[in-house]
């Protein structure tokens, strides 16, 4: 069985510009959830999209934003890049039971974004 | 509002002995609790969970951890450290009353394991 598997693995863009970050989640898994990973913040939430909705946003910028298809591929997309953008994203998917979303969250290795 | 602490940026032991890694979290309802691992640029994998039952849960790759109410703790552990065991370790706790899924991580601690 296929993990999360992120696109592209590495990225540096140039101030200013944007960027759009791929992930495919596990075949079957409908909830994608992003989060950005920095030394000095941590781990944090951006959103988490289920059946093309967005569910839920963490406290970052309107220049973060995302969007899931329905075949719940999933991408996030980051305007007007400023350099405290550089970190690594990470996307995890879950399999919805119940509606109980207790079951792990498989995260995928990353994509790694450096803007100078 | 949800939160975790690891209190020790790093946890340093010796190839055999045993190792603990501490995690306190707290959350207006009940938790859900999770432990990652990560290894240099890679994502995080997935170790243990905690949702209800036993209050010892055991892993992958030999860890364990152990749920205490009262103590609003979940501290990773493992009887005998292995080199390879080397990395970063994030404990998570997501709030059964939250409606959102979203995880609420710790600082992380790097466990180094010398030979």
């Known amino acids: 069985k296929a993990g999360v598997t992120q696109t592209p693995r590495y990225l540096i863009k140039t101030r200013g510009q944007q960027v759009t970050l791929s992930c495919s989640p596990i075949s079957g898994h409908r909830s994608v959830s992003w989060y950005q990973q920095t030394p000095g913040q941590g781990l944090q939430f951006l959103f988490e999209y289920f059946s093309e909705t967005q569910r839920n946003k963490g406290n970052f910028p309107g220049r973060f934003s995302g969007r899931q298809f329905s075949n719940s591929r999933s991408e996030m997309n980051v305007s007007t890049l400023e350099l405290g953008d550089s970190a690594l994203y990470l996307c995890?998917?879950?399999?919805?039971?119940?509606?109980?979303?207790?079951?792990?969250?498989?995260f995928g290795s990353g994509t790694r974004l450096t803007v100078v | 509002a949800q939160s975790v602490a690891q209190p020790e940026d790093q946890v340093n032991v010796a190839e055999g002995n045993p190792l603990t890694v501490k995690c306190t979290y707290s959350?207006?309802?009940?938790?859900?609790l999770f432990w990652y691992v990560q290894y240099p640029n890679r994502g995080l994998q997935f170790l243990l969970k905690y949702i209800t039952g036993d209050n010892l849960v055991k892993g992958s790759y030999g860890f364990e951890a152990e749920f205490n109410k009262s103590q609003t703790s979940f501290h990773l552990k493992k009887p005998s450290a292995l080199v390879s065991d080397s990395a970063l370790y994030f404990c998570?706790?997501?709030?059964?009353?939250?409606?959102?899924?979203?995880?609420?991580f710790g600082s992380g601690t790097r466990l180094l394991v010398r030979p």
């Open positions: 995890a998917s879950r399999q919805t039971s119940g509606g109980t979303g207790i079951t792990g969250y498989t």
């Open positions: 998570a706790v997501r709030d059964a009353m939250d409606s959102s899924y979203k995880l609420i």
């Open positions: 959350v207006s309802g009940n938790p859900y």
